[in-house]
């Protein structure tokens, strides 16, 4: 079974400056995908970040960031210039899909989470 | 507006009461599933359907049932709760098809409290 780790269930840092939230999965698979969600004390699970697992490029959002390393099965954000509204828990989720019927559907496996605090 | 929806947001209950949590989706998404929230263990998939009347057990489906009788609607269904199951629950759904763009859209979960 495919599991996700998130080894730091707290990590704060200063606004304006930058913080590194750490994932680890295991799985067998080459073909796969992963996401970090962004859950504010709204509840609300908002989409941060998606990487493939096929593409060696890391991906980009504005201030957020990945590092994925797929020989380690590492997949760590990295948020910059940190601001107060992002403040909330962190997710580490992975995808992969099976095909069933010519549907293809597969469900997120998610991290423990991590929940940041950003100072003022 | 494309949304999931749920409700009730909020419940408390008592334990062997029966209750049912509506959700709905507005995205003509094929892929539909629940999952619950616990502390120290992220969320975890309950039940999935692939389409109308294909439902399928995720991680944790024990004393939980689903259906899938149209396309925009994902019920889930305690029969009889009991304090375990006092959890947050998000109802989730997403086009099928491989691709990381097919994202899964969440509800805004319905904490249920059963005493």
């Known amino acids: 079974a495919q599991t996700v780790t998130q080894s730091q269930p707290e990590m704060s840092v200063q606004e304006a400056e930058t913080v590194t939230l750490s994932c680890t999965y295991d799985t067998s698979e080459s073909d796969y995908y992963l996401f970090w969600y962004k859950q504010p004390p709204s509840r609300q699970m908002i989409l941060v970040i998606r990487?493939?697992?096929?593409?060696?490029q890391n991906a980009t959002e504005n201030r957020f960031s990945v590092n994925f390393q797929k020989a380690a099965k590492s997949f760590s954000l990295k948020i910059s210039d940190s601001q107060l509204g992002d403040a909330a828990m962190y997710f580490c989720a992975y995808r992969i899909d099976a095909n069933a019927g010519g549907t293809s559907y597969g469900k997120l496996t998610f991290g423990q989470g991590t929940i940041l605090t950003v100072h003022p | 507006e494309a949304q999931v929806t749920q409700n009730p947001r909020y419940l408390i209950t008592v334990t062997g009461k029966k209750l049912t949590v509506t959700c709905s989706q507005n995205m003509n998404h094929e892929y539909m599933s629940w999952y619950r929230q616990d502390p120290g263990l992220g969320l975890r998939q309950i039940y999935y359907?692939?389409?109308?009347?294909?439902?399928d057990k995720g991680d944790v489906p024990e004393g939980y049932k689903v259906s899938r009788k149209e396309k925009r609607n994902f019920p889930l269904i305690l029969e009889s709760p009991s304090p375990n199951q006092t959890s947050l629950y998000f109802c989730?759904?997403?086009?099928?098809?491989?691709?990381?763009?097919?994202?899964?859209?969440f509800g805004p979960g319905t904490r249920l409290t059963v005493l």
């Open positions: 359907s692939m389409n109308v009347e294909v439902t």
């Open positions: 989730a759904s997403r086009l099928s098809g491989s691709s990381s763009y097919n994202e899964q859209f």
């Open positions: 990487q493939e697992a096929y593409k060696q």
